[in-house]
């Protein structure tokens, strides 16, 4: 119980940006894990971890918890896919493109190899849902790997990857396809087409805005700073910038 009362209060302060609440929540479940010796509680905590330190900006400290996913159980192929899956964000947010798309391999290669056992251990990475959320992960890295370098080449990789992501996501996660949708239009913003990514954004502003999760907030603070930041003067993007101000309103 302690262990899921760790999860659960961690995960809920990121959503709020309390970032060092979550983290000590995180800590204390780690702990937790550690002592019932639950290997893919350790794994999943250690995920939730990349991902708040991620919204804090720190590649160094991702990287740490990727590869300390990995380190976990050498044996469970799902765990190294993930651990290789958040090593390519991490290496993406420091701007290496070698060691992103290295790792973007990795990790599709080891989720065509997952088996029985991983899909029963982790069962949100079998299937459909399994590859929503590859496709996730390595639309987040590439959209970031672009961010850092100013490769187009890689966000038009991010567009392809994210859409195909957004195109899976059922019903019922809309917090998902909402982030999804403005990770999208971010994805085109660095690819060069503000068209596109205003076209995206515009349907989404209004739940984006009322939004109180953390990631969602962050991607649409980095889609707006990508659109006025280059094409402030453009009158889709003026229309942009007045469809938000209406939103906020």
Do not use: N
Request: charged share 25%; net charge positive.
């Amino acid at each position: 119980m302690y262990l899921v009362i760790g999860a659960t209060a961690g995960r809920l302060r990121m959503e709020r940006g309390q970032i060092g609440v979550a983290m000590a929540w995180f800590g204390h479940g780690l702990r937790w894990a550690d002592a019932v010796q639950d290997a893919s509680a350790r794994a999943t905590l250690l995920s939730d971890m990349c991902t708040l330190v991620r919204l804090d900006g720190d590649p160094s400290l991702m990287l740490g918890y990727a590869q300390g996913i990995g380190a976990v159980d050498t044996r469970r192929r799902w765990m190294a896919t993930l651990s290789d899956l958040y090593q390519a964000r991490g290496h993406a947010l420091a701007g290496d493109t070698a060691a992103c798309r290295h790792h973007i391999t990795l990790a599709r290669r080891g989720f065509a190899r997952l088996g029985p056992q991983d899909h029963l251990e982790a069962p949100w990475m079998a299937g459909a849902e399994g590859a929503m959320r590859v496709d996730s992960a390595v639309g987040g890295a590439l959209r970031d790997l672009a961010v850092a370098t100013g490769d187009r080449a890689a966000a038009r990789r991010a567009v392809d990857a994210t859409a195909r992501s957004r195109a899976q996501v059922p019903p019922q996660m809309r917090s998902a396809r909402l982030l999804l949708t403005l990770r999208l239009a971010d994805s085109w913003a660095c690819a060069g087409d503000p068209g596109a990514a205003v076209a995206l954004a515009t349907e989404a502003l209004p739940e984006a805005v009322r939004s109180r999760e953390s990631m969602v907030t962050a991607e649409l603070r980095g889609l707006h700073s990508r659109l006025t930041g280059k094409w402030a003067d453009l009158p889709e993007v003026k229309a942009y910038r007045e469809r938000l101000r209406d939103a906020g309103e």
